[in-house]
């Protein structure tokens, strides 16, 4: 089954306007009605964020590097699980994707899956396939591994494999499947890499990393939401062991995880105007950075690839995945509850 072009588009956001940039014209989408219409060119907001990560590297933003917000504001909760029988990438590549019989047969043989959602899983990532945002056999295999029917929450029973974010309580949502799908397969993580996950919300990124990697890293702000994925994550390492390896800290992932810096793959599910500079200290020289990089009203999924020589000096190279297509996160939040990026003229929600 096909999607029609810029059909996701209306689905990515949790906002009733989406709004893509081609060549100069937008779409503006309110409830599946387009309308074409001319705008100022979005180049200029490019350059003013280049401007903001320049800003971030230099030495005096680097310095806050190794603060940890969430000791200073009393709390400190880890949960560093040992490896039970770690499941990962050797049981995804063991798991044949070539047909629907022969994939269900796989499953129902070698998995504890809810045999109900299956078959909707199948078509939900054939769909993911088509649109491109799934790309390399692996993440294909590391989405069909993972029940997003264990991390969608109970009040939205039905939705599990709809296209779209889902609230999952505390003002945080399970990011729309498209989305989710388009930033891992950008990661581009590969089995050793070591994977840090800013905003664990409902636990289903970090649950799809770990069939991608053993090394997975993920922060959460809000209290009681890490406490809910974490006691969710402990019931399922029952049954899907590869959830053992996914490390989970409390606290404000805008200071990273310095302790097992350096990362290879940083995935941030928060919005945010700049660059977090401690994160980009974190990222490996050759690692990449994904992110919703933009004002509060609107983001663009950026891939900050950084390399750095031998005197220090670092480059980035920076890459729209999805173009000039904008999608709206939950704000990247200190633990005072106040948003990281600058109050914007356009957010006017
Ligand atoms: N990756 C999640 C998406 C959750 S939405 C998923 O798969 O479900 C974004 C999450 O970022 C929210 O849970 C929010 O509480 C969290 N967040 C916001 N600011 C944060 C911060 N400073 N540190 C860690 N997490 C943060």
Known sequence: MGKKPFAFLRKSVPAPIVIAVSSGIVVCSFIGLSVPMFVAAY???????????????????????????????????????????YDGPRLAQ???IGTK???LSWMRRNRNDNPVFLE?????AQNLVITSELGRPEDVRAFLLTPREHFVRAQNKGL???????PIGYGATITDPDVVSMMTSTLNVNPGDKVLEIGTGSGYQSAILSYLTKDV???????????????????????????????????????????????????????????????????????????????????????IVKSEDEDGSITLSRRDVYNGVSVKF???????????????VENTQ
């Open 43 to 85: 180049s200029e907001k490019v350059a003013s964020y280049e401007e903001v990560v320049a800003a971030s590297m230099t030495e005096e933003t680097l310095r806050v590097t190794g603060h940890s917000g969430s000791e200073e504001a009393g709390f400190r909760y880890e949960t560093l699980p040992g490896i039970l029988k």
């Open 94 to 96: 063991s798991m044949p």
């Open 101 to 103: 019989e022969a994939w």
């Open 120 to 124: 909707e899983r199948w078509e939900w």
């Open 160 to 166: 599990e494999y709809a296209d779209t974010w889902l």
């Open 217 to 303: 890293y993920t922060i959460e702000i809000i209290k009681p939401l890490f406490i809910e994925t974490d006691a969710i994550y402990k019931d399922l390492e029952k049954s899907f062991p590869s959830y053992s390896v996914i490390n989970r800290k409390l606290g404000d992932g805008y200071y990273g995880w310095e302790e097992y810096a350096p990362f290879d793959k940083i995935i941030v599910t928060c919005s945010i105007d700049h660059i977090p500079p401690p994160l980009l200290k974190q990222l490996n020289s050759g690692g990449i950075m994904v992110l919703p990089l933009g004002p509060p009203s609107r983001q663009y999924i950026m891939e």
């Open 330 to 344: 939950i704000p990247f939040r200190d633990e005072k509850g106040s948003s990281y990026s600058s109050p914007s």
